[in-house]
């Protein structure tokens, strides 16, 4: 590996362990047996290199999404309740990686570089989750899809990072949401709203 590859692991490593508030340039460079000139070189400034790492985090966690969800017909609510039992799966270590996401929330006023580059990739989320639950393929999913179907998904998965972050014991399963998102669709169809 080269001074950029250890520079993220080690930064990785930082954000699971100190989180991004307390992770300092000197922790990344001892965790990864680089230099300080490293990380403005191959990154730009501590802040993006931290936002590479938790998206690389991110993008490690989020192969647990698919897990199993063959046989569920794309767009059904079998197939919506089993995605997000498996991404709520991923919610439940204490030490998850959607803590990260919460703390970026709270104090992305103190973290402006690492708040803006991660907010230029929301879109993008939504995109990846759209396949997931829709079938499909995520380079098909048209910029206005990605905004408002793929934005709703984000949506709800910032509510439950915030819920399972904030009280586990009640935060909601799949099976709840599955259930309310059931109930939604029954009420749009009786007011003449849905198909």
């Not at 001074?3 to 001892?30: Q, W």
């Not at 936002?51 to 046989?71: M, R």
């Not at 439940?92 to 709270?106: C, F, T, Y």
């Amino acid at each position: 590996m080269g001074h950029r590859e250890d520079l993220l692991e080690g930064a990785k490593r930082c954000l699971l362990d100190k989180g991004f508030m307390r992770t300092t340039a000197r922790d990344i460079v001892k965790e990864s047996g680089t230099n300080l000139a490293s990380i403005g070189y191959h990154y730009g400034s501590k802040d993006a290199l931290l936002a590479q790492a938790y998206i690389s985090l991110v993008a490690d966690t989020g192969d647990a999404f698919e897990g199993d969800v063959d046989g569920s017909e794309p767009g059904s609510l079998e197939r919506f309740q089993q995605v997000w039992t498996n991404i709520i799966g991923t919610m439940k270590d204490p030490g998850s990686v959607w803590r990260l996401s919460m703390e970026a929330l709270a104090f992305g006023d103190r973290l402006p570089e690492v708040r803006d580059h991660l907010a230029a990739l929301q879109r993008e989320a939504g995109r990846g989750l759209i396949p997931l639950l829709m079938g499909g393929r995520e380079e098909d999913v048209s910029d206005e899809t990605a905004d408002t179907l793929g934005m709703f998904y984000v949506t709800l998965m910032t509510g439950l990072i915030a819920q399972w972050t904030f009280d586990p014991k009640s935060a909601p399963g799949s099976e709840q949401l599955t259930a309310g998102l059931r109930q939604v669709v029954e009420a749009a169809r009786a007011t003449g709203g849905a198909p």
